[in-house]
């Protein structure tokens, strides 16, 4: 029973199966989706999750499809004057040792898919059930089918049925909806000089956008308090002239980005409080499944990567229950201390002008320095040894 069941096809599930893989370890991947196509918006991959996929394969791949940015600008909502700036391109690739990349989540999951073979991911199979035991762990399907493993990793996201299995909790509401979309980069030329990411910090929202597909789209988020808007499904079809409106004091390069969209997708955010465990003896969690945070970080995606990394390393270095004490001993506090900065900036990014805010603006003037990120961007998954309790 030495084979893994991943629950979860997405970003998640795919590097923990590639990663395995690698480690020459039996996987299969269980979708709900009955097909993949390509969906969603941009994500950026920094440092600590580029040098990982780069080693899974990737390399070749992330350079044809993603964008180096040159950098990360924060500027004013209303003047667009800059507060800070991060160096990346070379200067980021020199430092730490991968670049720092800004690429379409459905070319990135594209990528990944390439690396497993396709009998490895099985679609259209929903988990409805996991249970566990000392030597094993069944999952069951909502067409009755069962599978028995080894070990069930659940990548399946804030939702997670596989969560459900190891404790009882909520997801939090944030209080903050996010509508994103992707436009063609020519309708926005004025980003196109250097490519680079750039977040319009203001009162109570910020918009965040960079380009990805090989600088031929340019993906954005525009952050909106909620209100009264909190639909059963979390997400559905924005409304471009809502988003206008809460925008029309912005500068006028906001508002052309967001005049560019055709449509967006409206989310509401949430994460999970931090939580004393993930795993059982034969069930383990990784990505949103295990630690759900806020996107005011740029880090989901990151960590997933290296939850990945370190529970595939963890898994050849010692039997199952071993293996994920060892996994959360190493992910614990730096997950921890990644959603910490993710909630505390749904706050500290969306200041309202004053003495605050110009406080904030001073601070992070210093903080975004590119050698300010070395615990962030310097972390290496494959550096840290793998203890058996």
Aim: hydrophobic residues 40%; neutral net charge; charged residues 25%.
């Amino acid at each position: 029973m030495d084979n893994v069941a991943i629950i979860g096809a997405g970003l998640a599930g795919l590097t923990l199966a590639a990663a395995l893989r690698a480690e020459g370890r039996p996987v299969t991947v269980w979708e709900q989706a009955d097909a993949f196509g390509p969906v969603g918006a941009g994500i950026q991959l920094a440092p600590n999750a580029t040098r990982l996929l780069n080693r899974l394969g990737l390399a070749e791949h992330l350079r044809k499809v993603a964008v180096r940015p040159e950098a990360i600008e924060l500027r004013r909502w209303d003047d667009d004057s800059v507060i800070a700036r991060t160096e990346l391109g070379a200067s980021c690739e020199q430092e730490y040792g991968a670049p720092y990349y800004t690429v379409h989540r459905a070319d990135l999951h594209d990528g990944l898919l390439r690396l497993l073979d396709p009998a490895t991911v099985r679609a259209g199979a929903r988990c409805t059930a996991v249970t566990g035991g000392d030597d094993g762990a069944t999952v069951t399907f909502a067409d009755g089918s069962v599978h028995r493993a080894g070990l069930v990793a659940g990548a399946d996201g804030i939702h997670s049925v596989v969560r459900a299995t190891l404790m009882t909790d909520e997801p939090r509401f944030s209080g903050q909806s996010i509508l994103r979309a992707v436009v063609p980069a020519g309708d926005v030329p004025f980003l196109l000089t250097e490519p680079k990411v750039v977040l319009w910090l203001g009162p109570h929202q910020h918009v965040v956008c960079y380009p990805v597909s090989g600088g031929r789209s340019v993906s954005f988020g525009a952050t909106m308090p909620a209100g009264g808007w909190y639909p059963e499904s979390w997400s559905s079809p924005g409304s471009i002239t809502d988003l206008a409106e809460a925008y029309r004091d912005w500068h006028p390069r906001v508002r052309r980005l967001i005049g560019a969209a055709g449509s967006v997708s409206r989310w509401a955010l949430h994460d999970r409080d931090p939580v004393p465990r993930w795993s059982g003896r034969r069930v383990t969690l990784v990505g949103d499944a295990a630690h759900p945070m806020l996107p005011f970080l740029a880090q989901g995606a990151n960590q997933a990567v290296e939850d990945a990394a370190v529970l595939a390393r963890c898994l050849t270095a010692a039997p199952v229950p071993d293996a994920l004490r060892s996994y959360e001993r190493l992910r614990r506090e730096r997950v921890d201390r990644v959603h910490e900065i993710s909630r505390r900036n749904a706050t500290v990014l969306h200041l309202a002008d004053g003495a605050g805010q110009r406080r904030r603006d001073g601070e992070l003037s210093r903080e975004q320095r590119l050698r300010e990120q070395a615990w962030l961007y310097g972390y290496d998954a494959h550096d840290h040894e793998v203890t058996v309790a």
